[in-house]
């Protein structure tokens, strides 16, 4: 029960996690392009269907977070020389 309720908790965080920072992701694009658009509009709106299937795809798949919650929670630091490096190598 209580492995149960860590993974949990774990997963709980990375989710956040994953939100907060695309919200960030998100945030930033969007003041840049902002900013830009002032400047070059007409290059800007080639970029839009790119951007917009970038996010689409972020919003649907958790792949990136997937591999980094395994990464930091299960590995943990990969200083050189040590066991987690090696861990991390035959991960990778």
């Known amino acids: ?3 149960w309720a860590k993974s949990q908790t774990l997963s709980n965080c990375s989710n956040l996690t994953a939100t907060l920072f695309l919200s960030g992701v998100i945030v930033v694009v969007s003041y840049s392009a902002q900013a830009l658009t002032a400047q070059q509009p007409l290059e ?3 970029y839009q269907p790119i951007a917009n299937r ?5 919003r649907q798949q958790n792949l990136a977070f997937q591999k980094l919650e395994e990464l930091c929670d299960d590995i943990g630091h990969r200083l050189s020389g040590s066991e987690s490096l ?3 190598i035959q991960w990778a």
């Not at 970038?54 to 972020?58: A, K, P, S, W």
């Open 1 to 3: 029960m209580i492995t």
């Open 44 to 46: 800007l709106d080639s």
């Open 86 to 88: 090696d861990r991390a």
């Open 54 to 58: 970038l996010i689409e795809t972020t």
